[in-house]
């Protein structure tokens, strides 16, 4: 069974260049949320999705959006790149609402993000 | 606003002594708390949770935590540390008011010394 899988695994990139991420969800798993782990930090909420639609945001500007395909994988764009944008970008599914109770979140190994 | 918080950067242990790694928290409402870890080049793997019931709570590869509701704590610990428990741990706690975010603490690394 496979678990949460990100690409790519790093990445370089210069500021005001744009990426994408990607995030396979783990089988089974409809609800895709992304964090940004910046260095000697813990994870920071960037946003939800969950059945195609942002269902909720974090505190992050409109440089960051996403997108969730039918097959329940996800994208996270980060236009105009800043050099604080330079992260671990970590994906996360799990299953469901959400409203349920407390959801365990299963996250892949993230997306290194260099901003030089 | 909620809030996690682990005191303490790094925990040093002799392998085979008991270990704790401390976390207290802030909500409005009752938590529901968490503790993921993390290896070098992995992601967060998930440990254990409180919800409700029983304040000890029994986790993946022998870890424990105990929820205080009197001090706002959820510690984590186990009995007996191991050389490859050496990671980074991770409190969390899920934030009701904004219902599908979970906040994360700053992390403690914990060291396992042979």
């Known amino acids: 069974d496979a678990g949460v899988t990100q690409s790519p695994t790093h990445l370089i990139k210069t500021r005001g260049q744009q990426v994408t991420l990607r995030c396979s969800p783990k089988s089974g798993h409809d609800t895709v949320s992304w964090y940004q782990q910046a260095l000697g930090q813990g994870p920071q909420f960037i946003f939800q999705?969950?059945?195609?639609?942002?269902?909720q945001r974090g505190n992050f500007p409109d440089r960051f959006s996403g997108h969730q395909f039918p097959n329940y994988s996800s994208e996270l764009n980060v236009n105009a790149l800043l050099l604080g944008d330079s992260a671990l970008y970590l994906c996360?599914?799990?299953?469901?609402?959400?409203?349920?109770?407390?959801?365990?979140?299963?996250f892949g190994a993230g997306s290194r993000l260099t901003v030089l | 606003a909620q809030s996690v918080a682990q005191p303490e950067d790094q925990v040093n242990v002799a392998e085979g002594n008991p270990l704790t790694v401390k976390c207290t928290y802030s909500v409005s409402g009752n938590p529901y708390l968490f503790w993921y870890v993390q290896y070098p080049n992995r992601g967060l793997q998930f440990l254990l949770k409180?919800?409700?019931?029983?304040?000890l709570v029994k986790g993946s590869y022998g870890f424990e935590a105990e929820f205080n509701k009197s001090q706002t704590s959820f510690h984590l610990k186990k009995p007996s540390a191991l050389v490859s428990d050496s990671a980074l741990y991770f409190c969390?706690?899920?934030?009701?008011?904004?219902?599908?975010?979970?906040?994360f603490g700053t992390g403690t690394r914990l060291k396992v010394l042979a």
């Open positions: 409180y919800i409700t019931g029983d304040n």
């Open positions: 969390a706690v899920r934030d009701m008011s904004f219902t599908y975010k979970y906040i």
């Open positions: 996360a599914s799990s299953l469901g609402t959400g409203l349920s109770g407390a959801n365990v979140l299963t």
């Open positions: 999705y969950y059945e195609e639609e942002e269902r």
